[in-house]
């Protein structure tokens, strides 16, 4: 059924810490091992070994530059304000220009498994639909007839059309591990969370306030990605903290000890030998 | 958008289809008044020769649309979610609508009512009286035109795409159907009389024509107005400037295949008069020289269907490649 089900108090998914992700794609890859063999599984590639390889991916991490920082309360403001642009400028003793007022953000996307997704509404199948008792979003992959409409419908991309397969393919937040009682407890959470080696990605339930995804969201102000468009996503993301711009740091270059440094008398010999 | 083959030709072909069954519906309608008019016979046989080539258009169209399904042997299951998908309310639609179609069809077919004197006089033929009557026609036409507004709607329900998601598209489908539509009837009307065509027809034509032209010149400078902000994707912008410095994958995926659709938008501005002059001004003049030179209606009536499908074609392949997608903000698009 692809009218939406009443809104649970139950709401699982996934809390991303940009302020941590490296971008080094574990969680990607994860995900594409545990779902490729999972209950939802496979997600063939085309070509897989060839020169252009093309298949479905739930996750995929971006990387930005964000340049210019200058409206926010931190030693970056200050930096670039000083300047008249925020471009490079260079360390002292450093030979390498380094962008001032600038960082980088590994930016991991995924099925946000909105409250409202227009993704389920405009299925015409009913293949696609919202669990009401956790809210996680769904493909039934023996219903799907692959007409691609919800991929149009989501604004995250969240939905990748399986070529191999003719249907359409989605995150399932890996409801076959986290309800799994065949895994241990700790291992009941989704492949991306487990796989991330700066626990950069937190499982939990964000309709509870008092879950730790919450107060972790609430501590560090985690927002929702394009809200304006109404779809309500449930995934939140930590946005990074402020940098320290490393143009302002004093240098710490240490001059290395004169010949005149009082020395013990075998340093000192063994220093005379060395240097000859 | 990249412009799938099968939904273009879906869309024009059942367009031009529906188009012509809202005119045969119209002009049933009217029928009681046409039975009196010297032109009776001449002009059910267009209705019927309407009905045929609107029946052969929506179905040509609609097996065109399940090309591009990746699994087309499940294409019933889409009958069923029409409360919440308006592409589910189009499949609904596009059936219902061949009740009244398919069975007015039949009466054609059995040729018993090219009169409407004659259905009437008949009371025992249920069938062709219920398929001659006004009420079969204004039910085909309303669900004509249901089923072209459920198809625009498809496209106009979609948020992230600004190209679709305005005022232009739902009164653009209907105005491109019925315009095209009536461009085939002027064919129909040569090929089923080989005489005249109907001078309301051909000043519905051009009046059609020019609307159609105007409300495509809208929706263009709607689309090269830039939006009145560009969503921040990320949710970083309130940091700085965000620029993609590194993409995801090394190859092409369906999101970058489907939505980051970037070939020939270049030559929008030429193909855009392209559609102005083959979709609307070319089959404008042609049915005005056929109106004050009724003895060329029957050939100008193919170049006008010829340039005018053609250059309706045109304008649904823009409508697909111009349009950008939100998702390609995350892949450092500027705009949406």
Redesign the interface.
């Known amino acids: 059924m692809t009218s939406l089900p009443a809104p649970s108090t139950r709401k699982l998914g996934l809390v991303i810490d940009l302020d941590i992700c490296v971008g080094c794609h574990a969680c990607a890859v994860a995900c594409k091992e545990w779902n490729d063999g999972g209950a939802f599984g496979p997600l063939p590639d085309a070509d897989p070994y060839g020169a252009e390889p093309h298949g479905v991916w739930f996750n995929r991490v971006h990387t930005y530059e964000i340049s210019g920082i200058g409206n926010r309360e931190s030693g970056i403001e200050k930096a670039g304000a000083a300047r008249k642009s925020p471009c490079a400028s260079s360390i002292p003793h450093s030979p390498l220009p380094i962008p001032a007022a600038t960082q980088s953000v590994h930016f991991p996307r995924s099925c946000l498994h909105c409250e409202t997704p227009a993704c389920v509404t405009v299925c015409p199948t009913g293949a696609s639909y919202k669990r009401a008792e956790d809210g996680i979003v769904l493909v039934d992959e023996d219903k799907c007839i692959g007409c691609q409409l919800c991929a149009w419908a989501c604004p995250y991309g969240a939905r990748e059309f399986s070529a191999k397969r003719g249907v359409m393919q989605k995150c399932t937040l890996c409801v076959d591990r986290i309800y799994n009682e065949t895994l241990e407890p700790h291992d009941r959470q989704p492949a991306c969370v487990k796989a991330c080696p700066t626990r950069a990605r937190h499982f939990g339930d964000l309709g509870d306030e008092n879950s730790d995804v919450s107060k972790l969201v609430a501590e560090r102000g985690g927002y929702a990605l394009m809200p304006e468009l109404g779809y309500q996503p449930v995934n939140r993301y930590l946005p990074p903290r402020p940098r320290r711009d490393a143009s302002q740091l004093k240098p710490t270059i240490h001059p290395e000890p004169s010949d005149e440094t009082p020395m013990p008398p075998l340093l000192r010999w063994i220093d005379r030998v060395l240097s000859r | 958008?990249r412009p799938t083959f099968s939904i273009i030709f879906f869309t024009v072909a059942s367009g031009a289809g529906y188009g012509l069954w809202i005119l045969a519906g119209w002009l049933i309608l009217l029928a009681p008044r046409l039975a009196e008019d010297r032109n009776a016979w001449a002009a059910n046989d267009l209705v019927c020769a309407a009905l045929c080539a609107g029946f052969l258009l929506v179905s040509a169209g609609l097996v065109s649309s399940l090309a591009?399904?990746?699994?087309?042997q499940?294409?019933w299951?889409?009958?069923?979610?029409w409360?919440?998908?308006?592409?589910?309310r189009e499949?609904v639609a596009a059936l219902l609508c061949y009740l009244p179609a398919g069975t007015m069809l039949l009466a054609c077919i059995l040729g018993s009512w090219t009169s409407a004197d004659a259905i009437h006089a008949n009371s025992t033929n249920w069938l062709l009286r219920m398929a001659g009557s006004r009420g079969a026609g204004a039910v085909l036409a309303l669900m004509a035109i249901i089923t072209l507004f459920c198809t625009a709607n498809?496209y106009a329900?979609?948020?992230?795409?600004r190209a679709w998601h305005n005022r232009f598209v739902v009164p653009g489908y209907l105005l491109l159907g019925t315009y095209s539509g009536a461009l085939w009837a002027w064919l129909l009307s040569g090929v089923t009389q080989a005489s005249l065509a109907p001078p309301s027809l051909l000043i519905g034509i051009c009046s059609a024509a020019v609307a159609g032209g105007l409300l495509k010149l809208a929706y263009w400078q709607f689309l090269d107005k830039p939006a009145p902000q560009a969503?921040?994707?990320?949710?970083?912008g309130?940091?700085?400037?965000?620029?993609?410095?590194?993409?995801?994958?090394t190859?092409?995926?369906?999101?970058t295949h489907?939505?980051g659709f970037r070939i020939a938008r270049k030559h929008a501005r030429k193909l855009r008069a392209l559609v102005l002059a083959c979709g609307f001004s070319l089959p404008a003049l042609l049915a005005a020289l056929a109106l004050v030179l009724p003895s060329a209606s029957a050939w100008a009536s193919w170049f006008a269907v010829l340039i005018g499908m053609g250059g309706i074609f045109v304008e649904r392949w823009l409508f697909f490649a111009e349009a950008k997608?939100?998702?390609m903000l995350?892949?450092g698009a500027r705009s949406a």
């Open positions: 958008m591009h399904l990746g699994q087309p499940r294409a299951r889409a009958l069923s979610q409360r919440s998908s308006w592409l589910s499949g498809i329900c979609l948020k992230p795409i969503p921040d994707a990320t949710g970083l309130a940091l700085g400037n965000v620029r993609s410095v590194e993409q995801p994958h190859e092409e995926n369906y999101l489907e939505m997608h939100a998702v995350f892949y």
